[in-house]
């Protein structure tokens, strides 16, 4: 089991940064990639980045140049640092661990940015 529990949400203003933080604990040992998802309101769940164990970093195309992922292996702690942000980013953020076929979720933040 892997439980995962997000912080940095917030209300930003269009143009502003957020970062979101994603703590890991559990059995970390087998996870394979980390992977930052939101889902704007009204809206289906989508995958905004991921960061693997060797370190591959991918990104959602809406996002690229704006946000960038990071770990610190030492805090088992993910981050997703938000620049630029934009009215569309509103939506709740979620972290997850994959770990094979199984996929473990936070509880989400909500991320607001008002135009």
């Known amino acids: 089991q892997v439980q995962l529990v997000e912080s940095g949400g917030g209300l930003v203003q269009a143009g502003g940064s957020l970062r979101l933080s994603c703590a890991a604990s559990g059995r970390l040992f087998s996870i394979d990639a980390m992977v930052w998802y939101r889902q704007p309101p009204g809206k289906q769940r989508e995958l905004v980045a991921t960061?693997?164990?060797?370190?591959?970093?991918n990104y959602a195309d809406s996002v690229k140049g704006r946000f960038t992922i990071s770990r610190d292996n030492a805090k088992n702690t993910v981050y997703l640092q938000m620049n630029t942000l934009k009215p569309e980013d509103t939506a709740v953020y979620y972290c997850?661990?994959?770990?094979?076929?199984?996929?473990?979720w936070g509880q989400g933040t909500q991320v607001t940015v008002s135009s």
């Open positions: 997850a661990a994959q770990q094979g076929p199984v996929n473990y």
């Open positions: 960061i693997t164990r060797g370190g591959s970093i």
